[in-house]
C-alpha cells in the first residue's frame, strides 16, 4: 500500500476513533467539525476530505462500536438457551450505564430518532442480531423462536440504557430464563 494511501487509513481511523470517545463525552448534537478534528490532530479541512459530513463520521463510528458490542454478545457456544440468557446477561456486566458504551448506545439511540439514515442502520444491526437468536433458539427448539428473540434483545438493550436509572431486579435472570424454556 502507498504511503499516501496508509496515511489516509490511519487519518480515517484517528477521526473514527475520536468520535466514539466524543460522541459520550459531549452528546451527539455539541460534536463539532472543529471539535472532532482537534481530538484527531488533523485540521477540520481533513475531517471533510475523509467523510462528507461530521453526521458520517459519528454514524460509522457509533455503528462500527455498537457491531463490536453486538458481537461480543456471544449466546452461540451456549449449551442450552438458559446459558445463552446467561452470557447475554454477562456481556453486559462491564457496563454500568455511566461508561463511555453505554453513552455512545443512549446517544446514537437518541439521534437516531432524528437521522433516518441513522436509525436506518441500527434497525438493519437489530434485525440482524434477532434473526441470529431467532435461528439459533430455533434450532434449541424454543417455542415462538422470532418472538422470544425480539423479547431478549429488546431486553438487552433496555438494560444497558436503564443502567443509570437503578438497581435490576435480582429475579431479571430467572424470568428471562422462564422465557426460552
Request: aromatic content about 4%; proline content about 5%; cysteine-free.
Amino acid at each position: 500500500m502507498a504511503p499516501t494511501a496508509k496515511q489516509g487509513q490511519e487519518v480515517r481511523r484517528r477521526l473514527l476513533a475520536a468520535a466514539v470517545e466524543l460522541i459520550p463525552e459531549r452528546g451527539w448534537s455539541a460534536v463539532s467539525t472543529r471539535i472532532l478534528a482537534e481530538r484527531a490532530g488533523v485540521t477540520p479541512s481533513v475531517v471533510h476530505y475523509h467523510f462528507s459530513s461530521v453526521q458520517d463520521v459519528l454514524t460509522e463510528a457509533a455503528i462500527a462500536m455498537m457491531r463490536e458490542v453486538l458481537a461480543a454478545t456471544d449466546f452461540t457456544s451456549a449449551p442450552t438457551p438458559a446459558a445463552a440468557v446467561d452470557a447475554m446477561l454477562g456481556s453486559l456486566e462491564r457496563y454500568d450505564g455511566t461508561d463511555p458504551t453505554s453513552l455512545l448506545f443512549t446517544e446514537t439511540y437518541l439521534a437516531a430518532t432524528r437521522d433516518e439514515h441513522l436509525h436506518a442502520q441500527i434497525a438493519a444491526l437489530i434485525t440482524d442480531f434477532r434473526t441470529r437468536l431467532a435461528d439459533w433458539l430455533a434450532i434449541h427448539q424454543v417455542a415462538e423462536p422470532s418472538a422470544t428473540a425480539a423479547v431478549l434483545a429488546a431486553t438487552i438493550d433496555g438494560l444497558l440504557l436503564h443502567r443509570t436509572l437503578g438497581p435490576e431486579s435480582p429475579h431479571l435472570t430467572t424470568v428471562l430464563r422462564r422465557l426460552v424454556s
